[in-house]
């Protein structure tokens, strides 16, 4: 089993910056975050690898957003900047340990945080 969790959501200005970390147990899988805001479906925000040397991004947070890992402390970091009011909702980290392709659905993620909530606000 693979326990995950997060940290460091809040409350930020526009503009502003947050990072979120997800400790993880275990094995290292490859790593994700996703978010859900109220009414929306479950979506794909960042992805790394197993091996820690390929990432993908969500268009909508490409050049804002950064996927990490500090393997020592088996821990996964979202450093989230330029922040907008369209990146309110809640931040879930994922884990799998068989997935193909890291921008996947939600569903093809196996292990979960308990999520975190962001809300970008003037």
């Known amino acids: 089993q693979v326990l995950l969790v997060e940290s460091g959501g809040g409350l930020v200005q526009p503009g502003g910056s947050l990072r979120l970390s997800c400790e993880a147990s275990g094995d290292i899988f490859t790593m994700a975050w996703f978010r859900q805001a109220p009414g929306k479906e479950r979506e794909f925000v960042a992805g790394?690898?197993?091996?820690?040397?390929?990432?993908a991004y969500a268009d909508s947070v490409k050049g804002r957003f950064t996927i990490s890992r500090d393997n020592a402390k088996n821990t996964v970091y979202l450093q989230m900047n330029s922040l907008k009011p369209e990146d309110t909702a809640v931040y879930y980290c994922?884990?799998?340990?068989?997935?193909?392709?890291?921008?996947?659905?939600?569903?093809?993620?196996?292990?979960w945080g308990q999520g975190t909530q962001v809300t970008v606000s003037s």
């Open positions: 790394l690898s197993r091996s820690g040397m390929t990432t």
């Open positions: 994922a884990a799998d340990g068989s997935i193909v392709t890291i921008q996947s659905g939600a569903n093809e993620y196996e292990y």
